[in-house]
T-cell receptor
Framework: GENVEQHPSTLSVQEGDSAVIKCTYSDSASNYFPWYKQELGKGPQLIID?????GEKKDQRIAVTLNKTAKHFSLHITETQPEDSAVYFC???????????FGIGTKLQVIP | NAGVMQNPRHLVRRRGQEARLRCSPMKGHSHVYWYRQLPEEGLKFMVY????????ESGMPKERFSAEFPKEGPSILRIQQVVRGDSAAYFC?????????????FGEGSRLTVL
């Protein structure tokens, strides 16, 4: 089955700096890569996703990149703000079969 | 509230008791997923259900755990004879199914504590 590795497990940045979280996946058939944000005591919420037919996608301060050859994908948050502090999960799945495999999560702390 | 509803939010059980966790998917969603989250760990897939069918239970422990999604009513995750290692947050998610965007909508979780 699919295996998703994520790093770092914790990340502290100063407010205004950028944060980068990296993931790798094992199943070359995976073609859908969502990122979820989980705030304390809440359920995860989708913040951005990317499909295998594109290499990059941006939405305001967040962007994702995908390297299918290397089976790497990354989340970039620019101009970080304290409200970005949360746990971020990368995930991978095969579109049309919706079992989603998650990484272990990255606890991001943005220091004011 | 049209979101995924889970209850109870918190459940305390003694070893050997049964735990029942309920999940009502988003309106219009017919696919339900259960994930377990242990402290300092990620989300581990347990089971994927459609109405009256278990599609994939590859993440379910072989004993004591069962799940259902009946034609009427919420999905139920049942844990019999709970042990301390079952203490975790259990998240339910729903989706509109194959052909939809692929986004999972999560509930706020049920936190099980086994004494």
């Amino acid at each position: 089955g699919e295996n998703v590795e994520q790093h770092p497990s914790t990340l502290s940045v100063q407010e205004g700096d950028s944060a980068v979280i990296k993931c790798t996946y094992s199943d070359s058939a995976s073609n859908y890569f969502p990122w979820y944000k989980q705030e304390l005591g809440k359920g995860p919420q989708l913040i951005i996703d990317i499909r295998s037919n594109v290499g990059e996608k941006k939405d305001q301060r967040i962007a994702v990149t995908l390297n299918k050859t290397a089976k790497h994908f990354s989340l970039h948050i620019t101009e970080t703000q304290p409200e970005d502090s949360a746990v971020y999960f990368c995930a991978a799945s095969i579109q049309g079969y919706q079992k989603v495999t998650f990484g272990i999560g990255t606890k991001l702390q943005v220091i004011p | 509230n049209a979101g995924v509803m889970q209850n109870p939010r918190h459940l305390v059980r003694r070893r050997g008791q049964e735990a029942r966790l309920r999940c009502s998917p988003m309106k219009g969603h017919s696919h339900v997923y259960w994930y377990r989250q242990l402290p300092e760990e990620g989300l581990k897939f347990m089971v994927y259900l459609q109405k009256e069918n278990i599609i994939d239970e590859s993440g379910m422990p072989k004993e004591r755990f069962s799940a259902e999604f009946p034609k009427e009513g919420p999905s139920i995750l049942r844990i019999q004879q709970v042990v301390r290692g079952d203490s975790a947050a259990y998240f339910c998610a729903s989706s509109a199914g194959v052909g939809a965007t692929g986004e999972l909508f999560f509930g706020e979780g049920s936190r099980l504590t086994v004494l």
